[in-house]
């Protein structure tokens, strides 16, 4: 039997929620791609069996309903339109009023369903949270225009590094973000999920870098110069140059 959540009584907002709802009449279905995020997780976890859509429509009714969600959300000028307050979700008027906060409610709602159904517990989700503030908090160690040189080590997890870019010097053109380091699997390295430069083990999270290598750089005087080649490479395989 599935779980059933109780929801207080609440009022709603003059438009019963539908501006809640973004849609692409007038603009992106998604304004910020953590929204998109959001709603493929839901779906995907639906679709392969997790969880059936009546559960899913618990706990997202549950989180729209819940009175003074999110505190501080909505703008305190964000009045009922007919003074009265009883009963009134401030966060809900604010997602009549600007419809992206929409998505707050199914992260709540998804947060706490994958925590009942034992697939992401609360206390994994805050140190994977807790993981990425470090990460993000410390910054990448390089910058585009920075000349960082590729090391030649064994490689960790399931990443890749091309023999022939092993010692060379190349540029640094973006920085790609945090991402999830692929960690091996099976393997005596089964929990080596990645490691800062100091060669201390880490979170499995690392910045991934798009780099630049002139032709020449790599194959010598005889290749064309006005050839390069650009790979993304993780934190760990690089020093500065």
């Known amino acids: 039997?599935?779980?059933?959540?109780g929801v207080p009584d609440l009022n709603m907002p003059a438009r019963q929620g539908g501006r809640a709802q973004p849609g692409d009449?007038?603009?992106p279905v998604f304004h910020q791609p953590w929204q998109a995020?959001?709603?493929?997780?839901?779906?995907?976890?639906?679709?392969?069996?997790h969880y059936?859509?009546?559960?899913?429509?618990d706990y997202l009714g549950h989180e729209i309903q819940s009175p003074d969600?999110?505190?501080?959300?909505?703008?305190?000028?964000?009045?009922p339109p007919d003074g009265d307050?009883?009963?009134y979700n401030k966060f809900l008027a604010a997602c009549e009023a600007d419809g992206e906060n929409y998505y707050h409610?199914?992260?709540?709602?998804l947060e706490k369903m994958l925590d009942v159904k034992g697939m992401v517990s609360a206390e994994a989700l805050a140190g994977r949270i807790a993981a990425i503030a470090k990460v993000e908090a410390a910054g990448p160690r390089f910058k585009a225009g920075d000349r960082a040189r590729v090391l030649d080590i064994e490689l960790l997890g399931h990443s890749h590094?091309?023999?022939?870019?092993r010692g060379v010097i190349g540029t640094v053109e973006s920085d790609r973000g945090v991402k999830v380091f692929p960690a091996s699997h099976g393997d005596d390295h089964s929990d080596d999920h990645g490691h800062d430069h100091d060669g201390d083990k880490t979170d499995a999270l690392q910045h991934v870098y798009t780099m630049r290598f002139q032709a020449t750089d790599i194959w010598g005087a005889e290749a064309d110069p006005r050839q390069s080649l650009n790979f993304s490479l993780w934190d760990y395989q690089l020093a500065p140059g």
């Open 1 to 5: 039997m599935r779980k059933l959540l």
């Open 25 to 27: 009449a007038h603009g």
């Open 37 to 49: 995020h959001a709603f493929a997780i839901v779906m995907t976890l639906y679709e392969n069996g």
């Open 52 to 57: 059936t859509w009546p559960d899913w429509d």
């Open 69 to 79: 969600h999110f505190a501080g959300a909505a703008p305190a000028e964000i009045e």
């Open 85 to 87: 307050r009883a009963n």
């Open 105 to 109: 409610y199914w992260l709540a709602g």
């Open 161 to 165: 590094l091309p023999n022939y870019i």
